[in-house]
């Protein structure tokens, strides 16, 4: 991502991938499952699983197959990012998964919000510089 930020000149937010910047950044989503054998699962996550589980089921297979996708994974920790916290524990349990809500964090929009907002005021002092 770097080379590409480079070449088209453009300035990349500081985070990993899109867990870690509703985390904050930084590598914070290291921080939180240093393991990797965490699932976190956000309001549009949730929406994709349960929506694979239907096309899952259309296309013949079963509870099995989707269980297996998780295998080897811990449990599940919830990202509640726009204060619904009850619904999504109620979605998330209805992919029946196999695994265990271990946690919900009540994390809001600030954590991206921040990133977002660094990341522009690095634009800003870089194209200060280029002047």
Do not use: W
Request: proline residues 2%; aromatic residues 4%.
């Amino acid at each position: 991502m770097k080379r590409l930020a480079d070449e088209y000149d453009i300035t990349k937010i500081d985070a990993l991938n899109c867990i870690d910047c509703q985390l904050g950044g930084k590598g914070k989503s290291l921080e939180a499952d240093p393991q990797h054998d965490l699932i976190f699962l956000t309001p549009g996550m949730t929406g994709f699983f349960n929506h694979m589980k239907e096309f899952m089921r259309k296309e013949g297979l079963d509870e099995t197959s989707l269980k297996q996708l998780f295998q080897g994974l811990r449990g599940i920790v919830i990202l509640d990012t726009l204060g619904d916290s009850d619904r999504l524990k109620a979605d998330v349990e209805k992919l029946n998964s196999g695994l265990q809500i271990l946690e919900t964090r009540e994390i809001g929009t600030e954590p991206v919000n921040t990133v977002i907002q660094e990341a522009i005021e690095k634009n800003r002092k870089r194209e200060g510089d280029s002047c």
